[in-house]
């Protein structure tokens, strides 16, 4: 499975931007779709969580209400919608796919994905 994140760039805090991830190689069906962030001098941490099987979403406490995970099957993508964007949103947004179906306890986890795409550069500055 190969992974395309895009929609990443500068925006001015209180905006908007809608990040995609394009699957190919394979059909994804039960797997789980992820996006991560990377924080310069930081670690990655999870953001959100889709479960293809059920439709699923989990989300960062912290970011709950501002950012939305969708899936679109006919495009094998998965969209990030970030609103209401602050400077502290500032960083590399990763999506991540599982093998297989994840169980809820372990989608916030980096070590539960097998596929990542490359990153898509978010900057979030008046």
């Known amino acids: 499975v190969q992974l395309q994140a895009s929609g990443g760039g500068l925006v001015q805090p209180g905006g908007s931007l809608r990040l995609s991830c394009a699957a190919s190689?394979?059909?994804?069906?039960?797997?789980?779709v992820a996006w991560f962030r990377q924080a310069p001098g930081k670690e990655r941490e999870f953001v959100a969580a889709?479960?293809?099987?059920?439709?699923?979403?989990t989300y960062a406490d912290s970011l709950k209400g501002r950012f939305t995970i969708s899936r679109d099957n006919n495009k094998e993508t998965t969209f990030l919608q970030m609103n209401n964007l602050k400077p502290e949103d500032t960083a590399v947004y990763f999506c991540?796919?599982?093998?297989?179906?994840?169980?809820?306890?372990?989608?916030?986890?980096?070590?539960?994905?097998?596929?990542w795409g490359q990153g898509t550069l978010v900057t979030v500055s008046s």
């Open positions: 991540a796919a599982s093998t297989g179906g994840l169980i809820l306890s372990t989608v916030r986890n980096a070590g539960s994905y097998d596929y």
């Open positions: 190689g394979r059909t994804l069906n039960r797997n789980t």
């Open positions: 889709f479960r293809l099987g059920d439709r699923r979403q």
